[in-house]
């Protein structure tokens, strides 16, 4: 069976999102990228461009399933608040953009299903990402590699739900 | 000049709404209400919800503005997350609803405009709330009223910026 699945990694300025298809064990990189905002602009329209940019890869690629990170650790309040409403907003254009199931994993179980240790550091994931892919392409941001893992490790892990995997 | 202005209240189980309209002071209720979600729901889901709700009622009345307030503390890092989510999603809805202009205002400057005091209790603003848009009904909820406070709070302070009012 082929699935298509979309990863997530939400950020109020840098948001990344990678598409795969799964058939089986067999991955296949489809598309990736990343949605990028200058600080100038009003935060309300950060989010307007977050959400449009998301609504339009659901739109053109149509995943069945999605996968986003947990997040278990912000700083202060503050930059969780932030970083809620970006993340909010993805997770609302990957459910209006007909991902009617999406999926979140922690941190520690995205690197494991990637790397093979919980503590990888971001350019060991980046690396077996393209691994994994088959890419040659270097990522422009490294959001965009760790919403590609973010979408492996669903690849890896559906159907299956433990204390870390999460339906949202 | 007669505005129509939209106030919220988000939450991630109760966001509140409320809708006057502003003729120079002259304020009239227009309509109010509050999006409530099971604690069961998938929290996108919820998401969903709120969004579709809030968009319903900017489809509806078409406010030109919109008021919400200025989150500045929270309990923790986890809270303030999960809040940051809804208040994202009701940011998008004002935005793709059509209100170009979403303002934020500090709780106490809502409470000063509306009450006098910036300390104010909750049922004191809802005394004043109705009060101020002559109303006899009893609100549902404290953010059915919280909602109208900011409404109301941006109608006595529309074209001013101070420190405490930010257009998001």
């Given at each position: 069976?082929i ?24 991955l ?6 990343s ?14 461009n977050i ?29 969780a ?14 459910k ?8 979140q ?16 550091e ?47």
């Amino acid at each position: 069976m082929i699935m298509i699945i979309m990863g997530v990694d939400p950020g109020s300025y840098i948001t990344g999102w990678g598409v795969i298809e799964a058939t089986g064990s067999m991955l296949k990189y489809i598309d990736s990228g990343s949605v990028e905002i200058p600080k100038g602009k009003l935060f309300s329209t950060r989010l307007e461009n977050i959400y449009r940019s998301l609504i339009g890869v659901t739109d053109k690629y149509s995943p069945e399933q999605a996968a986003i990170e947990d997040i278990f650790f912000c700083k202060n309040a503050k930059s969780a608040l932030v970083l809620g409403h970006a993340r909010g907003v993805a997770l609302l254009a990957l459910k209006n953009g007909g991902c009617e199931n999406v999926f979140q994993y922690s941190p520690r179980k995205i690197k494991m299903s990637v790397v093979g240790v919980g503590s990888a550091e971001k350019r060991q994931v980046q690396h077996m990402v393209k691994l994994i892919l088959g890419l040659k392409k270097t990522f422009k941001r490294e959001d965009e590699s760790d919403a590609l893992a973010t979408a492996i490790c669903h690849a890896n892990n559906t159907g299956r739900v433990t204390k870390d995997i999460k339906l949202l």
